[in-house]
């Protein structure tokens, strides 16, 4: 390899840098798609391809943007680095330009359903595992299994044994194995939340097929209403249904970190945001993410990794 392309190697490496951003929900967790056309009012952002739902990356944006400038009130240079200036207003005679972190949306990676046994256990997919290796550059995971329809590799809290079988909801598969113990392993180990951390032999690798239906019709829908003060009544016509993602569902989102030029010549890169979002993420390990948060809704466990 030759000096020059070493070089460019090298600063191609020190601008670009993956992470990722771990989101546990403590509370049901409402991100809107604004008003729905079906017998949901208020539903949540999904994909459109698989319907899982999702958390935009400007939501997260957003959230930890607050944070930065509000709560912990850094230095509005290092807030600039990091998300970018904010133009409007006094800051309109800024140079507009791009921060740091790029924000990718969240994606599910176990999501809980109830279950005849165990209470309840967390579902994932072959899909969503392979969309957090790819994601995540972890080396050495096992091949993994893609299981039919109506079965699943399951660990034992959730199965039935002397029935192979796990009944989820109202459906029952088929236990062809068991959850692997590697893959087991490592997501354990991504967020600290006590109740995350129990999460061992709760784990079933369903098919991408069953996995989508789960996200699609286990979530939480609760109804709402508006009270008119003048009468102390329900208002006419202010009664609506409100769909979450149920308390106790792992999302991860990527975070590219970019480093800038720091010269005219564009030498070389460097950038310390990384270390920040990691700080401010590390003084604030539960935040509060997505819509109705006056009612207690999206606390979340936070992690990076």
Not at 101 to 122: C, I, W
Not at 269 to 277: F, R
Request: net charge negative; hydrophobic share 40%; glycine share 10%.
């Amino acid at each position: 390899m030759s000096d020059t392309t070493k070089s460019e190697g090298d600063r191609k490496a020190a601008r670009l840098e993956q992470r990722l951003l771990y989101l546990f929900t403590r509370t049901p967790l409402h991100v809107g798609a604004g008003s729905g056309l079906g017998a949901i009012d208020l539903p949540v952002q999904r994909e459109r391809h698989s319907r899982h739902p999702i958390i935009p990356g400007s939501s997260i944006k957003g959230v930890l943007r607050f944070t930065a400038a509000t709560i912990d009130e850094l230095d509005q240079a290092k807030i600039d680095d990091m998300f970018g200036p904010e133009l409007g207003g006094e800051n309109a005679g800024k140079e507009a330009r791009a921060g740091d972190l790029v924000f990718g949306e969240a994606r599910p990676l176990a999501f809980p359903v109830r279950s005849a046994r165990g209470a309840f256990a967390y579902v994932t997919c072959p899909l969503v595992l392979q969309r957090f290796a790819r994601d995540s550059g972890q080396p050495g995971l096992p091949e993994l299994s893609h299981p039919e329809d109506q079965e699943c590799l399951a660990g034992a809290r959730v199965t039935f044994s002397d029935k192979q079988k796990v009944v989820l909801e109202e459906f029952a598969f088929r236990v062809t194995g068991v959850f692997p113990a590697d893959w087991e392993s490592l997501l354990k180990g991504l967020v600290a939340d006590p109740v995350w951390k129990e999460a061992a032999g709760r784990l079933v690798l369903l098919s991408d097929g069953d996995f989508s239906h789960f996200v699609t019709t286990a979530t939480e829908i609760s109804p709402h209403v508006k009270i008119d003060p003048k009468t102390g009544s329900v208002a006419r016509g202010a009664l609506f249904d409100l769909e979450s993602v149920p308390a106790e569902t792992l999302f991860f989102a990527p975070v590219q970190v970019i480093g800038r030029p720091v010269n005219k010549e564009k030498s070389h890169y460097q950038t310390d945001t990384g270390k920040e979002l990691a700080a401010l993420i590390e003084r604030h390990p539960v935040l509060q993410f997505g819509g109705n948060s006056t009612t207690g809704r999206g606390f979340c466990s936070v992690s990076l990794t």
